[in-house]
């Protein structure tokens, strides 16, 4: 089943939520809730992104954040992934991932449904019978909103200021809407919404959106893609490695945001090279060495795109590569190139290029090209057509 594409929105808030894997526990003491807070805040400041409401519970969390710059939600998701996820296996002596593979998130329409939103969030513990008071649960965003306990992870929404011109009032306003219990047919929306990735609000709100993003958003059947689904190949013999960059930076000149190229090979059999000519091709500027990201495992570069280079050699399991948050950078606005992609497994996207290189000689590879989705298809389409081999 495809994956439902990101909404890289500047300033609409979006609902996100994330489970733990196999619905299992993600926090296990205080300690690990207040860390989760700070890595949060963390992140949120380094990629300017507004937590507008919060709630912790023991397997998931959810968050209403309005991004301020391209692909902000995904880059906080993947900074936790990074952070959280080494704090936790460290702490209790355990590998692999914590979070399922991708967080699902719902954009949300201020004026209507936001306030509604951060009820729904903040009143999950009582819903889950974890406590019958909403101010009695500490994990939340429900003490400032309510209560006016001070927490330099929120931003206030303007739709929340204008509950009143004071803090009290606001507080007050505030504790009084959440005595109000929310329509349950309200309730299934935003659950519907937020599993499904689809947007939350009136019917011309989502007019607005698709209008922005050239695309459906309300449910209906996908557009079958052009073509089918065949996996043409094309080999070509480089015969030294300024030639295999040659050919690389051809297909970086062309390939368009959200591309995954994923390298296959053995060890010496050019995949650094090959990725240092996509960047050319790219017009990464020669400042940015490219090499390749063994310790790291990714290295990001600017070039007319943003080129985001993963090296998966060191990687233990397909499941740790998921809970670093890959996705969002996959599902971003430049191009990603994966060295050693199968040691990822099934967990490579479904629409890639792959890039087989063997030896063929001491100096001489061969390269072989393979399309698994449409959009791959289209750009080695124009690969070939720009470079005939």
Same mark, same amino acid.
């Given at each position: 089943?495809?994956?439902? !594409?990101?909404?890289?929105?500047?300033?609409?808030?979006?609902?996100?939520?994330?489970?733990?894997?196999?619905?299992?526990?993600?926090?296990?003491?205080?300690?690990?809730?207040?860390?989760?807070?700070?890595?949060?805040?963390?992140?949120?400041?380094?990629?300017?992104?507004?937590?507008?409401?919060?709630?912790?519970?023991?397997?998931?969390?959810?968050?209403?954040?309005?991004?301020?710059?391209?692909?902000?939600?995904?880059?906080?998701?993947?900074? +936790?992934?990074?952070?959280?996820?080494?704090?936790?296996?460290?702490?209790?002596?355990?590998?692999?991932?914590?979070?399922?593979?991708?967080?699902?998130?719902?954009?949300?329409?201020?004026?209507?449904?936001?306030?509604?939103?951060?009820?729904?969030?903040?009143?999950? !513990?009582?819903?889950?019978?974890?406590?019958?008071?909403?101010?009695?649960? /500490?994990?939340?965003?429900?003490? $400032?909103?309510?209560?006016?306990?001070?927490?330099?992870?929120?931003?206030?929404?303007?739709?929340?200021?204008?509950?009143?011109?004071?803090?009290?009032?606001?507080?007050?306003?505030?504790?009084?809407?959440?005595?109000?219990?929310?329509?349950?047919?309200?309730?299934?929306?935003?659950?519907?919404?937020?599993?499904?990735?689809?947007?939350?609000?009136?019917?011309?709100?989502?007019?607005?959106?698709?209008?922005?993003?050239?695309?459906?958003?309300? /449910?209906?059947?996908?557009? !079958?893609?052009?073509?089918?689904?065949?996996?043409?190949?094309?080999?070509?013999?480089?015969?030294?490695?300024?030639?295999?960059?040659?050919?690389?930076?051809?297909?970086?000149?062309?390939?368009?945001?959200?591309?995954?190229?994923?390298?296959?090979?053995?060890?010496?059999?050019?995949?650094?090279?090959?990725?240092?000519?996509?960047?050319?091709?790219?017009?990464?500027?020669?400042?940015?060495?490219?090499?390749?990201?063994?310790?790291?495992?990714?290295?990001?570069?600017?070039?007319?795109?943003?080129?985001?280079? $993963?090296?998966?050699?060191?990687?233990?399991?397909?499941?740790e590569w998921a809970a670093l948050g890959w996705e969002e950078v996959c599902d971003g606005?430049?191009?990603?190139?994966?060295? $050693?992609?199968?040691?990822?497994?099934?967990?490579?996207?479904?629409?890639?290029?792959?890039?087989?290189?063997?030896?063929?000689?001491?100096?001489?590879?061969? +390269?072989?090209?393979?399309?698994?989705?449409?959009?791959?298809?289209?750009?080695?389409?124009? $690969?070939?057509?720009?470079?005939?081999?």
């Amino acid at each position: 089943m495809p994956r439902s !594409p990101r909404y890289s929105l500047i300033g609409v808030p979006q609902h996100v939520i994330q489970r733990g894997n196999n619905r299992q526990p993600t926090f296990f003491v205080e300690d690990d809730f207040r860390f989760y807070l700070q890595c949060l805040k963390a992140a949120t400041t380094a990629h300017d992104c507004d937590v507008h409401a919060y709630v912790l519970m023991t397997n998931h969390v959810h968050l209403l954040m309005t991004p301020r710059r391209t692909n902000a939600i995904g880059k906080v998701i993947q900074s +936790l992934g990074r952070r959280y996820v080494r704090y936790i296996n460290a702490t209790y002596q355990r590998s692999g991932t914590l979070w399922e593979g991708r967080y699902k998130a719902s954009v949300v329409e201020s004026e209507t449904y936001l306030l509604v939103c951060s009820r729904y969030i903040e009143l999950n !513990p009582v819903r889950s019978k974890l406590v019958a008071d909403p101010a009695d649960y /500490p994990w939340s965003s429900y003490h $400032w909103h309510a209560l006016g306990k001070t927490n330099p992870l929120i931003t206030d929404h303007s739709a929340y200021l204008a509950l009143g011109r004071t803090h009290e009032e606001r507080h007050q306003a505030y504790r009084g809407l959440v005595r109000d219990q929310v329509d349950p047919a309200r309730l299934q929306e935003i659950r519907e919404s937020v599993n499904q990735c689809r947007v939350l609000g009136s019917e011309r709100f989502k007019d607005d959106i698709e209008a922005v993003l050239s695309r459906r958003v309300r /449910p209906g059947k996908a557009d !079958p893609p052009r073509g089918g689904m065949k996996s043409p190949r094309s080999s070509f013999r480089s015969r030294s490695p300024a030639a295999t960059r040659a050919v690389a930076a051809a297909l970086g000149r062309l390939a368009p945001p959200g591309t995954v190229i994923c390298l296959k090979g053995p060890l010496g059999s050019g995949k650094t090279v090959f990725v240092q000519g996509l960047a050319r091709g790219m017009r990464v500027g020669k400042a940015q060495q490219v090499r390749s990201p063994t310790f790291t495992l990714l290295h990001e570069y600017r070039g007319r795109l943003p080129l985001f280079h $993963w090296d998966l050699y060191r990687l233990r399991s397909p499941e740790e590569w998921a809970a670093l948050g890959w996705e969002e950078v996959c599902d971003g606005p430049g191009v990603a190139v994966l060295e $050693w992609a199968d040691r990822a497994g099934t967990a490579l996207p479904r629409d890639r290029v792959e890039v087989t290189l063997d030896f063929a000689g001491s100096r001489e590879r061969t +390269l072989t090209f393979r399309a698994t989705g449409p959009k791959a298809q289209a750009l080695l389409r124009a $690969w070939r057509a720009a470079r005939p081999l």
